[in-house]
């Protein structure tokens, strides 16, 4: 799991294994949530792969901080793809 970036409480990762078998996206979860059900995020097409444990307030949340960054996390899940090492970064 490779964290890329951090919005308040909402933390936005990549898994290594999907890099090569899935379109881009990100897996969210809450900080301080149950991970055991992240949710996924089309990053092309801003599309919700499922919502996970995040409530609809925290989804709307996740998704208009996704939309207004994914040039930003488009970029980080491609340098991660091609093997680049990634800094977190944190979302405004």
Do not use: C, R
Request: glycine share 4%.
């Amino acid at each position: 799991m490779g964290k890329i970036a951090k919005y308040k409480f909402l933390t936005f990762f990549v898994v290594s294994f999907d890099l090569f078998n899935e379109p881009p996206h990100v897996h969210i979860i809450k900080e301080k949530g149950n991970f055991v059900n992240p949710a996924k995020l089309w990053l092309s097409s801003l599309e919700w792969a499922e919502k996970g444990d995040l409530n609809e307030k925290d989804a709307q949340l996740a998704f208009k901080i996704v939309k207004k960054n994914q040039v930003k996390l488009l970029d980080l899940f491609h340098q991660m793809k091609i093997g680049n090492k990634v800094k977190s970064i944190i979302l405004n």
